[in-house]
């Protein structure tokens, strides 16, 4: 079934306690308790199928984790504390040591992920199905281990490679070099591509299954930064060959605030090559999806003020806000940059409420037809190009009725303060232009309302204003990322195809060519089309950029983040992972730690 829905896991979860794990060691050994029951039922085509639903479904432990913001965006250029502060090890590398506990969830999630797909290879001689079957769905999940060999690798350089089901106890695996995991996910990927059991691409059909397509992309991905580990040139040549087979000779076409739609038609374009689905029609439990319309959003109140649930952290710099130029296209698409409200709320107000009730009307902007046109404006951010005094009067001028009391927050280097909300009062009797420009934006954005809420991720079908609601598929694979592994792959051959890709997705963006491209100017673009899915510190960490960009960017690190990095640029092997692995000492510990 194309539906790798969360769903289809649980019946395997129950079923499956010999992908349980117990005990101190359960980096390395599962726990066969049910061994007879298992066999019995894995054996038939639903327990065959129940097992590759349920090595998709550990994906969901990755990309929904209340710590996805810090795995993949913490320690870079883009986001950076709100009312809440990011993690401080890994976005600031404060005490960072091999005991740390989000380090050691993604480590255990990756080895758990992993043991999910080798047990489709373990249980499928017995399987009553078709060798067909059976082969592409060993594929399936090889698809899906490689996917958690390439998270490990770019994280933890060299891992223990386990690549087969350990039905019993095992003391210890060795720790693989980069080398040898590079060289395990390439041939994996490889024979998965020569086989051709997967379909040839499942984007338009949910997203969720593995495909041909998603096998080249993910070889695309990790030939490139194969290539920078290892020093192999001759990879960035594969990476740019395989990123434009996936291509495949297309722009993108589908309008950027379409892909990315909050009522979910957008979520099956051909542009999102490999998903973690989510189908709320079909799902167990209606009130249990995904967190990622509350993520890279400050706080402006929540549900009792008829606002959406912020995560309060991993906002955008300012920096990132100036990497969206005058006229691009993802900016409104990206950012929410008014909050409705049901009716003017009067001078006094403390928050979006009156008499107890919220009067905050968030979500009517996607019921209103994606335009605030028409209704109440509460707060109005404009972009940094827009909050001049002009420009906020003709934005005014388009609805007065509707625009005459709006709170300017400007989305620029000085901007309006309203935690509380009669600050704002207080502070305009000095701004008589009606525009606050008081605080510095750094000290502005650990405040409520201080920056516009990111609305990317929003899901509008369900509106609903707590998190962990949201029935939108979240995109792992997608074309535009095919378009920056070629851009950064052609660079390093000096190849100009390299431009070609960096502007073919400018052209969608509504933007000019640009005239030139190199390392920076690629990441200045994946900022912009990738803002909340993309991966920041996986990318800076590749091309060298890390230290570089904390230092100039991370308030916390600026000027200082040679020593404060020092030779941490990967994470450290969780402590856990050694004490339970007789194969592996103290000297298996990266550098720096």
């Given at each position: 079934g194309s539906e790798m829905c969360i769903r289809d896991r649980l019946y395997a979860m129950c079923m499956a306690t010999s992908i349980t794990l117990t005990g101190c060691d359960d980096f390395l050994t599962p726990d066969n308790k049910s061994s007879v029951t298992d066999i019995e039922y894995f054996a038939t085509a639903d327990g065959f199928q129940s097992l590759v639903n349920d090595a998709y479904g550990q994906l969901d432990a990755i990309f929904n984790s209340s710590d996805v913001t810090t795995y993949f965006n913490s320690g870079t250029d883009m986001y950076q504390d709100g009312r809440k502060d990011n993690d401080a090890a890994l976005h600031r590398w404060s005490n960072f040591t091999p005991e740390n506990g989000i380090v050691e969830d993604f480590y255990t999630t990756c080895y758990d992920g992993l043991r999910s797909c080798l047990a489709i290879q373990y249980y499928a001689p017995n399987a009553t199905v078709s060798d067909e079957i059976k082969q592409k769905a060993i594929d399936e999940g090889r698809f899906v281990e490689s996917l958690f060999y390439y998270l490990l690798v770019n994280n933890y350089g060299g891992v223990p490679l386990i690549t087969e089901y350990a039905s019993t106890a095992v003391k210890g695996y060795p720790r693989a070099t980069a080398e040898a995991v590079y060289n395990h996910i390439i041939n994996t990927l490889k024979d998965i591509i020569s086989n051709n059991k997967l379909v040839a691409s499942s984007a338009t059909k949910g997203g969720g299954e593995a495909s041909i397509e998603a096998a080249k992309a993910l070889l695309a991905k990790t030939y490139l930064s194969a290539a920078w580990d290892l020093n192999n040139n001759s990879y960035f040549t594969e990476a740019a060959k395989l990123a434009d087979e996936v291509?495949?000779?297309?722009?993108?076409?589908?309008?950027?605030?379409?892909?990315?739609?909050?009522?979910?038609?957008?979520?099956?374009?051909?542009?999102?090559?490999?998903?973690?689905?989510?189908?709320?029609?079909?799902?167990?439990?209606?009130?249990?999806?995904?967190?990622?319309?509350?993520?890279?959003?400050?706080?402006?109140?929540g549900s009792e003020e008829g606002m959406k649930n912020g995560d309060s952290r991993y906002i955008p710099y300012m920096h990132t806000l100036r990497y969206f130029e005058k006229g691009d296209k993802r900016y409104d698409a990206t950012f929410m940059k008014t909050l409705l409200v049901k009716k003017y709320w009067g001078d006094n107000a403390t928050g979006f409420k009156e008499d107890g009730k919220p009067i905050g009307d968030y979500f009517a902007f996607y019921s209103n037809g994606n335009t605030a046109q028409g209704k109440m404006v509460g707060v109005y951010y404009p972009a940094y190009w827009e909050c001049d005094e002009a420009s906020v009067a003709a934005w005014r001028n388009e609805d007065p009725t509707n625009r005459a009391h709006a709170f300017i927050i400007p989305q620029n280097e000085l901007t309006a303060g309203m935690e509380p909300m009669s600050n704002y009062t207080e502070d305009l009797k000095e701004y008589p232009n009606g525009i606050i420009t008081k605080y510095d934006f750094a000290t502005a954005q650990q405040w409520s309302w201080a920056v516009m809420p990111c609305r990317k991720f929003d899901d509008s079908a369900i509106a609903s204003y707590d998190a962990g609601k949201s029935f939108r598929d979240l995109h792992i694979i997608t074309?535009?990322?095919?378009?920056?592994?070629?851009?950064?792959?052609?660079?390093?051959?000096?190849?100009?195809?390299?431009?070609?890709?960096?502007?073919?997705?400018?052209?969608?963006?509504?933007?000019?060519?640009?005239?030139?491209?190199?390392?920076?100017v690629i990441l200045k673009e994946s900022a912009c089309e990738m803002y909340g899915n993309g991966y920041r510190r996986m990318d800076?960490?590749?091309?060298?950029?890390?230290?570089?960009?904390?230092?100039?960017?991370?308030?916390?690190?600026?000027?200082?983040?040679?020593?404060?990095?020092?030779?941490?640029?990967?994470?450290?092997?969780?402590?856990?992972?050694?004490?339970?692995?007789?194969?592996?000492?103290?000297?298996d510990q990266n550098p720096g730690y």
């Open positions: 291509i495949n000779g297309r722009s993108l076409t589908t309008e950027f605030a379409k892909l990315w739609a909050a009522d979910r038609s957008g979520d099956d374009d051909a542009e999102f090559i490999f998903d973690v689905e989510y189908d709320y029609e079909t799902a167990h439990d209606q009130n249990v999806g995904n967190r990622w319309q509350s993520l890279y959003s400050g706080y402006y109140g074309l535009p990322e095919m378009f920056f592994v070629a851009a950064e792959a052609y660079y390093k051959l000096n190849d100009p195809k390299a431009l070609a890709r960096l502007n073919s997705v400018r052209k969608r963006a509504g933007l000019p060519d640009a005239p030139s491209v190199d390392l920076d800076l960490r590749r091309m060298g950029k890390l230290i570089e960009y904390n230092n100039l960017y991370n308030p916390h690190l600026k000027g200082s983040a040679a020593t404060a990095i020092g030779e941490k640029l990967l994470w450290p092997i969780p402590q856990a992972a050694i004490d339970a692995n007789e194969q592996l000492t103290m000297e």
